[in-house]
């Protein structure tokens, strides 16, 4: 079974923290202090600083005049070195901090003391002018006698002054117990519930037997009741629950609220308006991802940024990029494109999945009966390239198209035509970290078969969706599909390496059959030839199951290729075959949303929820909605409608994993520039971002902390150091895009 990135993305990455706002406790008998001279009576020692930060005494604390017109937070610092750590033990970080004048943040953090300088804990406060006592307990993921103890304070314009006193880092201390505020027992849709749509909620509680349910408009008005089905133990949250359906319901309005079990839930709407913003808001999310160009800030208020990446120190730049050693002897200029995730990674069979999926999005609205292309057009997106009447959803995906075709091996060198895999840092950075002050260097890692089928298959989607609007471009782009396809077929077992994960995901995959099935279906989509409808009819893939429980992703691609042979107007010999497929597959993820309380079209085996789980929900719904629009069942399109409900609240957490939508939303997804959590004076995630979701694994230290034993759909923090279940990342947002434009298309 193909997996994401799991064991591979451990690093620097951070952060294993169980924050917790309360004064430091008395320390146990087996409590033991790692810090020396934390009290400052008398000296400073051992505790260094930057060359430009003299320390000085000052009522018995440790105070340094932190110079301006630093760029970043490790140019001025205070810090202490040959800390010792244990693996597994839990441990209690507290100090005492002031700055004058207020206002500045501080990075505080334990993490090792030599390169790469990984990170194993930080936080980001805000000392004010009278003092502020912290107190943090993490969890050490390493053994180490070279830990250090640092406070980063630069990257400030103007000069101020921080003191610090009673710094610890008290060993054996008992971890904290995480128990996460989910709100009221009834659990609804926060955002919206379409007025002719399904309208379900869940109510946890320990009734045996059915209760009185009743709505309630804005104005406390009951507009509605009904009584609850008892539901029993769900397995996806181990919660007894019952199921609400008001889905007789017809009105309209805001504010509505759902009584049950003398609990009240949060506010809902019941109207469309949330959907077309959803839609523009999740499209939208590309742009603060790009590389290589500045971010407008009145295009995006708030978001604006220097380019990353273009060379401009301390950038080493994306323009002429060096393989990592002993792969080439070129330089590639691969500028542009999306950052993946919370990093500064570019990858191709990620980024490859996104754009068919954005593209899709496009291309739905071309032949779905309920959609309308003008909602996708030129200007609904607010981009630097809106006015030049192309869609602007093709606009943004032609961003990511362009760098992929600028992956691909250069003639008369060794693998031409294939693509390479990834280009990214050398080797792990910290958060935040803006993309414009990555000091890393840049490299390009190995072709890949996969990648290179990926931008087989993109561009040659690209070339049948662009032709109306550039020519040229699209024929620039099916040339390069062609020439990846036969790059492919001379090196089709040319797969990634699982270990390659240093500064970027490794993206394993050892099988590349779905990945050709996807790339023949999209050049025979385009081309209409004989070769790739003989590759797709041959093809084991063509007549497997492709759609799983877990859905498709960048690693089971074989489902984008049936998605897009049922749904584009084509010849190829048993069709009805395909389409049939589609809809069967549809029927079982219906059959699994029926049996689950919380509505989701999505039980994976064992209630292990996987990387990701947020965008393979939606992936699952995208089957059922494309039911819908091959068949016009109603059942469908309501089955696709519900499982949106379960992203934006109705789930055991009672939480909207999308930032900006609903009263209790995700806004702490892991990224180096969207860490408002670690540093004021960066933005929060855009509204219309995913979080990645539940997952069981909990890989990240900071999770561990916190999620051990955790149960299905309570694998999940909304921390910026949890890496494995909260990070941000181009392949979710896609799926939600698609979703999103689904829903919004039924209202």
């Not at 004058?100 to 390169?115: D, F, I, M, N």
């Amino acid at each position: 079974m193909k997996r994401p990135r799991t064991a591979t993305l451990t690093l620097t990455a951070l952060l294993a923290a169980m924050l917790t706002a309360l004064p430091a406790a008395p320390a146990g008998a087996d409590a033991t202090e790692q810090i020396r001279n934390g009290g400052f009576d008398t000296t400073t020692e051992p505790w260094w600083t930057t060359s430009n930060t003299s320390p000085a005494l000052s009522d018995g604390r440790l105070c340094a005049d932190v110079p301006g017109g630093t760029a970043n937070r490790w140019d001025a610092a205070v810090g202490q070195n040959d800390v010792a750590l244990v693996k597994g033990e839990s441990y209690r970080f507290s100090f005492k901090a002031s700055g004058v004048p207020e206002g500045h943040a501080v990075r505080a953090l334990v993490g090792l003391q030599t390169a790469p300088y990984d990170t194993w804990f930080e936080v980001g406060p805000q000392p004010g002018a009278s003092g502020d006592s912290y107190s943090y307990t993490f969890t050490s993921p390493v053994d180490t006698g070279q830990a250090q103890v640092a406070f980063q304070a630069g990257g400030a314009a103007d000069p101020w002054r921080l003191c610090l006193d009673d710094v610890s880092l008290l060993g054996g201390v008992p971890p904290e117990v995480y128990r996460p505020d989910t709100g009221p027992r009834v659990r609804v849709n926060q955002v919206a519930y379409l007025p002719t749509g399904p309208k379900n909620a869940t109510l946890v509680t320990d009734a045996a037997t059915a209760l009185p349910w009743r709505l309630k408009d804005a104005g406390g008005r009951t507009v509605a009741h009904g009584r609850t089905v008892p539901r029993g133990p769900d397995v996806s949250s181990g919660q007894n629950v019952h199921s609400i359906d008001f889905g007789a319901y017809r009105g309209h309005g805001e504010g509505f609220t759902l009584v049950a079990d003398d609990e009240t839930s949060r506010p809902f709407d019941v109207g469309t308006g949330a959907y077309e913003r959803l839609r523009l808001d999740s499209l939208k999310y590309y742009y603060t991802q790009r590389s290589g160009i500045a971010i407008r800030d009145d295009l995006r208020p708030g978001y604006g940024r220097p380019a990353g990446h273009v060379g401009t120190a301390p950038n080493q730049g994306d323009k002429d990029v060096p393989c990592r050693p002993g792969l080439c002897d070129y330089t590639l200029d691969v500028t542009g494109g999306w950052y993946d995730a919370g990093d500064h990674g570019k990858y191709v069979v990620n980024g490859g999945i996104s754009t068919w999926e954005l593209l899709s999005t496009y291309e739905r609205s071309l032949t779905a009966r309920t959609a309308e292309p003008a909602r996708l057009g030129d200007g609904s997106l607010d981009l630097p390239e809106s006015g030049n009447k192309v869609p602007d959803v093709l606009d943004e995906a032609r961003w990511e198209l362009e760098f992929l075709l600028r992956m691909q091996v250069p003639d008369g060198q060794p693998l031409a035509g294939m693509a390479h895999g990834k280009v990214h840092d050398a080797e792990w950075t910290g958060l935040p970290l803006l993309p414009s002050d990555d000091p890393q260097k840049r490299e390009l890692h190995a072709p890949t078969t996969q990648a290179t089928l990926n931008l087989a298959a993109t561009a040659a989607q690209a070339a049948r969706l662009y032709r109306p609007y550039d020519p040229r471009f699209a024929a620039r782009a099916l040339t390069a599909a062609r020439t990846a396809w036969r790059a492919a077929l001379a090196h089709p077992r040319t797969y990634p390496d699982p270990d390659d994960g240093t500064g970027g995901g490794a993206y394993p995959d050892d099988d590349a059959s779905d990945e050709f099935y996807w790339a023949a279906a999209e050049l025979y989509l385009t081309t209409g030839e004989k070769e790739f409808a003989d590759h797709v009819l041959r093809s084991p893939v063509h007549t497997a199951a492709v759609f799983g429980p877990l859905g498709f992703d960048w690693g089971r691609t074989a489902a984008a290729g049936r998605l897009d042979l049922a749904t584009v107007p084509n010849r190829l010999p048993g069709r009805d075959r395909v389409r049939r497929s589609v809809i069967s597959a549809a029927d079982t993820y219906l059959a699994t949303a029926a049996s689950q309380p919380y509505g989701l079209p999505y039980a994976p085996e064992g209630n292990v929820y996987d990387w990701g789980s947020n965008a393979q929900v939606l992936n699952n719904a995208h089957v059922i909605a494309t039911a819908y629009d091959l068949t016009g069942a109603a059942k469908y399109r309501d089955g696709a409608l519900e499982s949106m409900d379960y992203l934006l609240g109705r789930n055991a957490l009672n939480i909207s994993y999308v930032t900006g939508y609903g009263e209790a939303a995700a806004h702490h997804q892991h990224s180096r520039w969207y860490a408002r959590e670690l540093d004021p004076g960066l933005p929060d995630p855009p509204d219309g971002t995913l979080a990645g979701g539940p997952n069981s694994a909990i890989q990240d230290p900071y999770a561990q902390s916190r999620l051990k034993g955790c149960t299905g759909q309570f694998c999940y923090i909304d921390d910026i150091q949890s890496w494995s279940t909260d990070e941000t990342a181009v392949n979710w947002n896609a799926a939600l895009a698609w979703m999103a434009s689904f829903v919004a298309d039924q209202g």
